[in-house]
């Protein structure tokens, strides 16, 4: 059996990832790149999803106002939030995967507010973003504190595996 390393190593190649920025001052293209192209394949290697040739996933990189509308016309919930995910498809943990994950869209003011309350650097926080709306794409969710407990202790895994300090401590 292939060691997590090489796991996440073949899924990044496996994955055709799309990323986009909308709006607000976020690193540049390239900075984000390698923060996804980081954070995806550890995400996938914790979560044990075994990706073929063709998957898709969409990154979107926009701004609070953005996202505002997405969550109030989604979840009813009219405010922004760090980081919304669409599934293309309903997952549940250990599905196989669709031939589209769906999207992640993150809101920069929220994010940047959210890193300097919690004295962390920016990329950290982006890159736990990532995960956990990778996580939730994959059918993880957080709504019971059982499913909190599962789905934060991928994310500190992967975390930990990129030498980011636990978010939750």
């Given at each position: 059996m292939p060691d997590n390393k090489t796991m996440a190593s073949a899924a990044a190649g496996a994955l055709d990832i799309d990323l986009m920025i909308e709006e607000g001052a976020w690193p540049s293209e390239d900075a984000l790149r390698a923060l996804v192209d980081r954070a995806v394949p550890v995400a996938l290697a914790e979560a044990e999803v075994e990706v073929i040739d063709g998957v898709e996933l969409s990154l979107v990189f926009t701004?609070?106002?953005?996202?505002?509308?997405?969550n109030a016309e989604w979840r009813q919930k009219d405010k922004p939030t760090n980081v919304l995910s669409f599934p293309a498809f309903p997952m549940a943990p250990g599905d196989p995967l669709p031939p589209m994950l769906g999207d992640i869209?993150?809101?920069?003011?929220?994010?940047?507010?959210?890193a300097e309350l919690e004295g962390k650097p920016l990329?950290?926080?982006?890159t736990h973003l990532i995960i956990h709306g990778l996580l939730h794409l994959l059918g993880y969710d957080h709504e019971t504190d059982e499913e909190a407990e599962e789905m934060e202790a991928l994310e500190r895994q992967a975390l930990a595996r990129l030498a980011i300090p636990d978010p939750y401590a």
């Amino acid at each position: 059996m292939p060691d997590n390393k090489t796991m996440a190593s073949a899924a990044a190649g496996a994955l055709d990832i799309d990323l986009m920025i909308e709006e607000g001052a976020w690193p540049s293209e390239d900075a984000l790149r390698a923060l996804v192209d980081r954070a995806v394949p550890v995400a996938l290697a914790e979560a044990e999803v075994e990706v073929i040739d063709g998957v898709e996933l969409s990154l979107v990189f926009t701004d609070d106002d953005a996202i505002q509308s997405l969550n109030a016309e989604w979840r009813q919930k009219d405010k922004p939030t760090n980081v919304l995910s669409f599934p293309a498809f309903p997952m549940a943990p250990g599905d196989p995967l669709p031939p589209m994950l769906g999207d992640i869209v993150l809101a920069y003011e929220t994010v940047v507010r959210e890193a300097e309350l919690e004295g962390k650097p920016l990329e950290n926080h982006i890159t736990h973003l990532i995960i956990h709306g990778l996580l939730h794409l994959l059918g993880y969710d957080h709504e019971t504190d059982e499913e909190a407990e599962e789905m934060e202790a991928l994310e500190r895994q992967a975390l930990a595996r990129l030498a980011i300090p636990d978010p939750y401590a």
